[in-house]
């Protein structure tokens, strides 16, 4: 809590480990077959996971705290190779904006990304859609 009408919150993504890396597909005679995605379907799913969870987080903290105005909440990944953590994903946002993209239907699961860029967040992905270090809000 930054005073009584700020609040800021910093996670960590969950690995592409906690992805599940397999899919199920229809194959010949009505049967379904599991199948391995490839590496690069199952780092877009990751990411629409990550970006998910500060789209859920963001609507959670207003609605658990119905008095606070503006809301900040910052992704961390641990990368595997032994570095330090790093931010990945920042997205602030005040009250009356969250209610208008709200309202106009722009908070869903499915328009995550589309939600945050119309809040400013600020995130970075490279070509094959892994995520770049970003400074968060402060």
């Known amino acids: 809590f930054n005073g009584h009408e700020e609040v800021k919150l910093e996670f960590i ?3 592409l480990d906690a992805i599940p ?19 690069i379907s199952h780092t877009k ?7 998910g969870l500060v789209v859920r987080l963001l609507g959670e903290l207003f609605a658990a ?3 606070i105005d503006i809301v900040t909440v910052s992704a961390l990944q641990l990368p595997s190779n032994g570095k330090p953590q790093r931010y990945i994903m920042s ?3 005040d009250r009356e904006r969250w209610s208008s993209l709200h309202s ?3 908070v ?7 939600c945050l860029s119309q809040l400013g ?3 970075n992905l490279t070509a094959l859609g892994a995520f770049m270090a970003v400074e968060p809000f402060a």
């Open 13 to 15: 993504v969950p690995g």
């Open 21 to 39: 890396d397999r899919e199920a597909a229809m194959a010949s005679g009505n049967r379904v077959e599991i199948r391995r995605m490839s590496d």
């Open 45 to 51: 799913l990751h990411n629409q996971h990550a970006l």
């Open 65 to 67: 705290l119905p008095t």
């Open 91 to 93: 997205a602030q946002a």
């Open 104 to 106: 106009n239907g722009a």
């Open 108 to 114: 869903t699961a499915d328009q995550a990304i589309r």
């Open 121 to 123: 967040a600020r995130c």
